[in-house]
Each structure stands twice: as C-alpha cells, then as structure tokens.
C-alpha cells in the first residue's frame, strides 16, 4: 500500500491572497473617494485637490496594510481549514502572495514599506495557526 502525499492547495493560496489584496485595495481607494465626495459635498463644488492628496498619503499607507493584514489572516484560515493536511507554511504562503503587488507597487523601501510587506506574512501565519491548533469541546 503507497500513501500519496497530501496535495498542496496552490490554487486556493493564489486566490485567496489576490482575493485578499484586491479588496484591501478596493476599500482603500472607496476610502479616499468617499472623502473626496465628502469634501465636494462641504465645498458645494469641486473639491481641493490638495486636501485630498494630503488625505490619501496620509490614510492610505496605514489604512492598506493593516486591512490587507486582517484580510489575509482569513484567507489563510480559510485555506488551511480547509485544506486536507493543514499547515502553518500555508498561511505564510499566502500573506507571501498577497504582498507581491504591493512589493510592486513599492516606490522605495522605507521602513513602513517593510513593515507593509511584512504585517501580511505575519497575518497569514496567523491565520494558519488559529486554523490548524487543536478545538476545545466544551461539555
């Protein structure tokens, strides 16, 4: 009797971690855009361009990471619970694809664009660990 090894879910970690930077995306760009109608909407006109360049570099950076931080921490869980032989190098892998376009998108590497490549490897170790530790029944 041959015992084939577990399959690595490939395309589920792709899609979960492009899933996960896709929104993260999303909601930071609605983010920005909402504040901009926000501002258009108190200047019953076109709104300072200005005040909203200084809003986006100001939210944005922060808002982004941490977001695709959260998101990647339940893509990873996702993934791995449902995964036939869980493993925490999953969720890794994940928060992994998930930062590669922000590493392309990176302008330089400063320390919060490490830390901003960094934060999504973390959560999806995260993620992988709560997913494959041990559950308590209750009785």
């Known amino acids: ?45 076109a709104p300072d361009p200005a005040q909203i360049n200084a809003f986006a570099n100001q939210v944005a950076p922060l808002l982004s990471p941490l977001l695709l931080t959260l998101l990647v921490i339940f893509a990873a869980h996702f993934v791995v619970s449902r995964s036939e032989a869980p493993r925490v190098w999953y969720g890794a892998l994940v928060g992994i694809i998930a930062a590669v ?16 490549l960094v934060l999504p490897v973390v959560g999806g170790v995260l993620g992988a660990y709560l997913a494959t530790r041990p559950q308590r029944v209750s009785q």
């Open 1 to 45: 009797m041959s015992q084939s090894a577990p399959k690595v879910p490939w395309i589920s970690m792709i899609i979960a971690g492009i899933a996960a930077f896709i929104i993260a995306f999303i909601v930071t760009f609605l983010s920005v855009t909402g504040y901009a109608m926000i501002l258009a909407f108190q200047a019953r006109g």
């Open 101 to 116: 376009p922000t590493a392309i998108f990176a302008r330089s590497l400063t320390l919060i664009e490490v830390i901003s």
